[in-house]
């Protein structure tokens, strides 16, 4: 199974819960925030803050900008529980991702982030159990892929780059 170099700084829990939601597309994101027992809230944020994760006592709230699409929303939760995986000790009073996932974090820290998220909703070993015709041009697999995983099409292309496609 091919997975970021991210997934590997999980423990086997987080691990498990992770895999329990990649039994079929589109990846079941909100219950994976909900077994980690993160609160989803979708808000109105400011033009240009498409999510923030904060923790507050002990709780930890990930906001997401509701004026975004689906496909945005759900690509910026999973990029939002990786900070939570990765990142919890550095959120303090927040961290909040503009819609090019850049925050008061280091460039290398939104990209980790934007690596496990992509494992976290796009994984690979769900986008090679797809049948796809070998007759699809990249662009078909990427179209259909997407719409699968309601994800946006400039996301999967990304995705599928990586493996080589």
């Given amino acids: 199974m091919k997975v970021c170099s991210e997934w590997f700084r999980l423990s086997k829990e987080q691990k498990d819960i992770i895999s329990q939601h990649h039994d079929s597309f589109p990846v079941k994101v909100g219950s994976i925030a909900k077994a980690f027992g993160i609160q989803v809230k979708r808000s109105t944020l400011s033009p240009g803050i498409s999510g923030e994760i904060k923790e507050t006592n002990g709780e930890v709230i990930v906001k997401i900008n509701r004026h975004d699409s689906e496909e945005r929303q759900r690509f910026t939760l999973a990029h939002e529980i990786a900070h939570f995986l990765l990142h919890r000790d550095k959120i303090g009073d927040g961290i909040v991702d503009?819609?090019?996932?850049?925050?008061?974090?280091?460039?290398?820290?939104?990209?980790?982030?934007?690596?496990?998220?992509?494992?976290?909703?796009?994984?690979?070993?769900?986008?090679?159990?797809?049948?796809?015709?070998?007759?699809?041009?990249?662009?078909?697999?990427?179209?259909?892929?997407?719409?699968?995983?309601?994800?946006?099409?400039?996301?999967?292309?990304?995705?599928?780059?990586?493996?080589?496609?």
Avoid: H
């Avoid at 078909?140 to 292309?157: D, Q, T, W």
């Fill in 98 to 165: 503009t819609m090019l996932f850049r925050s008061s974090l280091s460039n290398s820290l939104e990209a980790e982030a934007n690596r496990l998220a992509a494992d976290i909703v796009m994984p690979f070993s769900l986008i090679d159990s797809e049948p796809l015709s070998s007759n699809l041009r990249f662009e078909e697999r990427v179209e259909y892929l997407a719409n699968l995983s309601k994800l946006s099409i400039p996301a999967m292309e990304i995705r599928l780059g990586k493996k080589g496609f």
